[in-house]
Nanobody, 127 residues
Framework: VQLQASGGGLVQAGGSLKLSCAVS????????ITWFRQAPGKEREFVAG????????RYADSVKGRGTISRDNDKKTVYLQMDNVRPEDTAAYYC?????????????????????WGQGTQVTVSS
């Protein structure tokens, strides 16, 4: 199983970015995919997750209203669109996946719940 995260970079506060997570080696349609982030000296934290059903989404309070997670089952890719970014969004962003047998399983927010991880993509927001 491989997860390839991309789309990070340097962006000015108030701008937008779109992260991608391409998944291979996993039955994508049965996968729950989640974005986490980790800033220097801080613990890895949940950002957004999407279930097997594209309409099943969950967001951290810190990005609610600014972030949109989506999935393209044909491309086996999950996206995280972030608008109105803030300096506190600066972090390494990781996508994670787990197989979900239950179609409507609740989206899990703890890193330990996920079996597969991407390598991370750095997002730096300048003020």
């Amino acid at each position: 199983v491989q997860l390839q995260a991309s789309g990070g970079g340097l962006v000015q506060a108030g701008g937008s970015l779109k992260l991608s997570c391409a998944v291979s080696g996993l039955t994508f349609a049965r996968a729950m995919i989640t974005w986490f982030r980790q800033a220097p000296g801080k613990e890895r934290e949940f950002v957004a997750g999407i279930g097997r059903s594209a309409g099943d989404r969950r967001y951290a309070d810190s990005v609610k209203g600014r972030g949109t997670i989506s999935r393209d089952n044909d491309k086996k890719t999950v996206y995280l669109q972030m608008d109105n970014v803030r300096p506190e969004d600066t972090a390494a962003y990781y996508c994670a996946a787990k197989s979900s047998v239950i179609l409507t399983a609740p989206i899990l927010t703890t890193p330990g719940a996920y079996s597969y991880w991407g390598q991370g993509t750095q997002v730096t927001v300048s003020s």
